[in-house]
C-alpha cells in the first residue's frame, strides 16, 4: 500500500473538522434561526414580525411589495 505524505493526511483531517462544524452550524440555524436575540448575538439585523397584513393569506403574493413587509 503505497503511504500518503503528511501534507495531503493534515489537510484531509482540518477539512473534516471544518465540514464537521458546517454540519453543527447549520443544524442550529434551523433549529434557532428564527430567534431574533440569537440572531442579533450573532452579527445580524433584528427584524421584527411582519405586520398582520403582510401575513395575511387572502392576498395575493404577487400584490404585495417586499418592502410593504
Not at 434551523?30 to 403582510?54: K, M, N, Q, V, Y
Request: glycine share 12%; proline share 4%; with cysteine.
Amino acid at each position: 500500500m503505497a503511504r500518503r505524505p503528511g501534507g495531503v493526511t493534515f489537510v484531509a483531517i482540518l477539512t473534516w473538522i471544518g465540514g464537521f462544524f458546517d454540519v453543527l452550524a447549520g443544524a442550529l440555524v434551523l433549529l434557532f434561526g428564527t430567534d431574533p436575540d440569537l440572531a442579533e448575538a450573532a452579527g445580524g439585523e433584528r427584524r421584527s414580525r411582519p405586520s398582520r397584513s403582510c401575513r395575511s393569506s387572502s392576498a395575493s403574493w404577487r400584490s404585495r411589495s417586499r418592502r410593504a413587509c
